[in-house]
């Protein structure tokens, strides 16, 4: 018998992934998973493929994505579970969360042209369908030569804060949980280590949120131990995963990071088998 294990955060091509949900599917039963939620940054284009190929291949998904919103001058990843798929809100949102991004794109584009390191809109706009962001900006700095690294592109220009970032007009937490929720979804603070643990997170998690991305990516037990603790105090649920991008965060595997099948049941009610 195989243990069951179910990555909850990965991303395709449809983000800032580089592979196609079919190969991600691939990917997850060669890496011995039995489930899947696949989260790409606000948009949930992949599900129209994974459906028939998670079938084909006899892995389990649970509906996701993630969506960024902002709270408090910070920038937060709220992971999206086990919503209707056909929910027109979740459409509407995803559908504005891109016309958000070309504006705030834009505003990013216009910030390096202006320290000459022009990047041609229809260049972003060639790589990819839907979300497109400051990972793909980075990679053209990377391209054009500005920068010697996508890390290098963050550290000087377009990271938060740094002189051509821009923060555009972001939904908030409180819109973000709401619309989670009314569309029957689970909403999980996700990679609360990437915000510290001062008291501003704290003060996020007195917000709505179901549960809690404990388990991340290539943590140190100490430190997810802690997030578990977090979430036992607030009867919060505890989810994990990778965070896997394919080539654009090499370090990153594909089921690096997972959770068990009784964790993935108290999230996933209407997985998709
Ligand atoms: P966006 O959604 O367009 O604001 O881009 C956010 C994404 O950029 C995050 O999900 C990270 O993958 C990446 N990112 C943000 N800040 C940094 C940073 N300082 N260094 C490297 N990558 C970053
Ligand atoms: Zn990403
Ligand atoms: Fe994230
Ligand atoms: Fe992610």
């Not at 195989?2 to 991303?11: E, G, P, S």
């Not at 809690?212 to 140190?220: G, P, R, S, T, V």
Request: with cysteine.
């Amino acid at each position: 018998m195989t243990t069951f294990k179910a990555d909850l955060h990965c991303h395709t091509y449809f983000s800032d992934g580089t592979d196609s949900p079919e190969e991600l599917i691939v990917l997850a039963k060669k890496n011995g998973l039995s489930a899947l939620s696949i989260t790409d940054h606000d948009t949930i284009s992949a599900y129209a493929e994974a459906i028939p190929a998670a079938k084909k291949n006899g892995i389990i998904l649970g509906a996701g994505a993630e969506f960024s919103s902002s709270y408090d001058g910070l920038n937060v990843h709220i992971l999206a579970y086990d919503f209707d798929l056909e929910s027109p809100l979740i459409h509407a949102f995803c559908q504005k969360h891109k016309e958000r991004r070309k504006l705030r794109n834009y505003r990013i584009l216009e910030k390096l042209k202006k320290r000459q390191m022009p990047i041609p809109e229809e260049e972003l706009e060639k790589m990819g369908t839907e979300t497109l962001g400051r990972p793909h900006i980075a990679e053209l700095l990377v391209k054009h030569r500005f920068v010697t690294s996508v890390q290098q592109a963050f550290d000087l220009y377009i990271g938060d804060g740094k002189i051509c970032y821009d923060a555009g007009e972001p939904f908030t937490v409180d819109e973000t949980l709401d619309l989670i929720h009314s569309a029957r979804g689970k909403a999980f603070l996700a990679h609360p280590h990437f915000l510290g643990e001062g008291e501003k997170v704290f003060k996020l998690l007195e917000k709505p949120f179901d549960g809690i991305e404990c388990l991340y990516a290539n943590c140190l037990p100490q430190q997810e131990k802690r997030w578990i603790k977090a979430a036992e105090r607030r009867g919060l649920l505890i989810s994990g995963g990778s965070d896997y991008h394919g080539t654009l965060k090499p370090m990153l595997t594909l089921g690096c990071s997972f959770v068990n099948e009784e964790t993935f049941y108290k999230i996933f009610q209407h997985a998709i088998h």
